[in-house]
């Protein structure tokens, strides 16, 4: 069974820090995807990283995919109140379901003006 | 506005009722999935359907069943409710079988079970 554990599980910050997310597996995954999901909305695709060791940017987020294709992070550079919301890594790769994306767990991330 | 639309938005229903949740994919797009979101246990994977076929199925109780059809709507029926079936559900649409580009998520269907 693929894991996905995310790490921390909340995160309360002041606006303008840096913070960084954490996704593990012991799986190695064919891409991995980072979601935002706010309250009473469904998740947001933010980026998809697919090669190992691939860096990609979106303004002041920044995603990494580990070498071995099992991990990610996420960094957030001068976290801003909009920031705030759960964010979720999800692996694309075959389980016992199919071909398919296993979610973590998800971080709930709380920035404070 | 994700281009996935999910109805109804919420719905309080009580125990051993049946109900049925709809989902119109993104134009374009073959795949539909369903997802149950839970405080405890996250986003967990129900089913899949693929141009009206199903695809992949996860831990979706046999009292749940759900179908595509020809315009490529999906609907979710839940069955004998119990409490614990409160939850979120999501559908999600991508325009191919596999996961590698992404899902676009509608806004969800609240379900309270009481």
Wanted: some cysteine; proline content about 4%.
């Amino acid at each position: 069974t693929q894991l996905l554990e995310q790490s921390p599980q909340f995160l309360s910050i002041q606006e303008g820090e840096n913070l960084t997310v954490y996704c593990n597996s012991s799986s190695v995954f064919s891409s991995l995807q980072w979601y935002r999901q706010e309250p009473g909305e469904g998740p947001v695709l933010l980026v998809t990283v697919v090669t190992g060791g691939e860096v990609k940017k979106l303004k002041r987020l920044t995603f990494q995919f580990g070498d071995a294709r099992k991990d990610s992070s996420l960094h957030i550079t001068a976290a801003q109140t909009g920031d705030t919301g759960l964010y979720l890594c999800a692996g694309a790769g075959y389980n016992n379901a199919g071909n398919m994306l296993t979610f973590g767990g998800g971080t709930r991330l709380m920035v404070k003006p | 506005d994700s281009g996935v639309t999910q109805t109804p938005k919420h719905l309080i229903t009580a125990t051993g009722q049946r109900v049925t949740l709809r989902c119109s994919p993104r134009s374009g797009d073959l795949s539909v999935y369903w997802y149950q979101q839970s405080l405890d246990q996250g986003l967990q994977f129900l089913i899949q359907y693929y141009n009206g076929e199903e695809r992949a199925k996860g831990n979706i109780l046999e009292r749940f069943s759900a179908q595509q059809f020809p315009d490529l709507h999906s609907e979710l029926n839940l069955s004998s409710l119990e409490l614990g079936d409160s939850a979120l559900y999501f559908c999600a649409s991508s325009v191919e079988g596999g996961p590698n580009y992404g899902y676009t998520f509608g806004s969800g269907t609240r379900l309270t079970v009481v």
